[in-house]
């Protein structure tokens, strides 16, 4: 389980941010012996690295391995891609089943709920992991500040729409855009529940999510999503992108299950991000390490149905 957060590591766990961008991406296995002798031995520290699994993942990694659907369906040129998205000004519109509803500049949002940093672990979908430095704070703290009614129930969150900066989604590729996702409203308020605005001890990169993203760390990462421009509280579950598209292999829920296989892929384990053919996959395990704390909301459903 991993809820560490800043004072809880030393300077150099985390590795300066500066040094993860000066190297390449870890290089392939099959390309290492033709590689210069500078990025054999950034490799080896790599390995070394994620031997721990606890250990935090290079910020290099994190940063140039991106899921973000609405620029492109490889991971490598996401970063390249993301830097035409606008992320300022930005306003965040929370809406719906709450007393004082409103648009909010970020600026505001981040003066009045400072930032605390949350190493957490990311599972996603596809069978990789990942430990990430979150800076955030707790989501919950901002939808106390617009006070749910008593109505509410489920809330959706909805990523931008630039067309102009986003090549699939002004295209209609595969989804049905704008990206939405949505919560319970206890998995919302739970106090691992964060909403980040940085990572490694700096603001977020745009391919990650800039500049204000979910990260809920017992569920898939497909549910964190990136650029929240909209949170609306709910009566009713909404109906999120990624269920739209595929149903019977995106569930609503998403929570870390390694006894519930997607249709065409095994849960049971996971490739550290980074790592190598040689290097032995990680055991996924139940709400991906964090079933102490959030097992309680789902004492009464039986996972295998609700996925």
Known sequence: MLIKTRSAF?????TDPAVFQARRVLLKAMGLAAAAPWTLAAATEDRQSIADANAVTPARLVEQYNNYYELAFDKESVAQLARH?????????IAGEVEKPGVYSLEDILRDHPRQERIYRLRCVEGWSAVIPWLGFPLADLLKRA???????????TSAAQPEAMPKLRAGAMLDWPYVEGLRLDEALHPLTILASGMYGRDLPKQNGAPLRLVVPWKYGFKSIKAIVKIELTRRAPLTSWSRYAPSEYGFY??????VAHP???QTSERVLGSDFFTPRRKTELFNGYADQVGQ???????????
């Open 254 to 259: 998403a929570n870390v299950n390694p006894a």
């Open 264 to 266: 065409r892929w095994t």
């Open 297 to 307: 909301l789902y004492s009464q459903m039986d996972l295998k149905h609700f996925f």
């Open 10 to 14: 030393r300077d150099h766990d985390v």
């Open 147 to 157: 006070q749910p009614l008593s109505a509410a129930r489920f809330v959706k969150f």
């Open 85 to 93: 998205i606008a992320v300022e000004p930005w306003q965040i519109e």
